[in-house]
Nanobody, 125 residues
Framework: QVQLVESGGGSVQAGGSLRLSCAVA????????MGWFRQAPGKDRQFVAG????????RYGDSVKDRCIVSRDNGKKMAYLELNSLTPEDTAVYFC????WGVGIPFDASAFPVWGQGTQVTVSS
């Protein structure tokens, strides 16, 4: 049963921006903490950003923290990731993930039990 569906990926020129969306199927209450991760070929899955239920608390990975905004709209059962000033190093498959526990926003991918299928982002120079 697919619970998270990402969209918004594609090919982007360096210096550009993108906005990824994550649609939540089922009850939004089961996805208290939403996270975004990415995985480039041959590399480990990397934390990009996370947001708590209220949207008040966010957390960012070091490689994106100055050019990234994570947000969510619980009424629409959506989460979003906006990434600016893209470079080829941002090329990866981007995943939306969630956890039903509301305490903290972990960096560790293993702390998120629910995952989307991923959306490819390719940044060309």
């Amino acid at each position: 049963q697919v619970q998270l569906v990402e969209s918004g990926g594609g090919s982007v020129q360096a210096g550009g921006s993108l906005r990824l969306s994550c649609a939540v199927a089922g009850r939004i209450n089961d996805h208290l903490v939403m996270g975004w991760f990415r995985q480039a070929p041959g590399k480990d899955r990397q934390f990009v950003a996370g947001i708590d239920w209220s949207g008040e608390y966010t957390r960012y990975g070091d490689s994106v923290k100055d050019r990234c905004i994570v947000s969510r709209d619980n009424g629409k059962k959506m989460a979003y990731l906006e990434l600016n000033s893209l470079t080829p190093e941002d090329t990866a498959v981007y995943f939306c993930a969630s956890r039903p526990w509301g305490v903290g926003i972990p960096f560790d991918a293993s702390a998120f039990p629910v995952w989307g299928q991923g959306t490819q982002v390719t940044v060309s120079s």
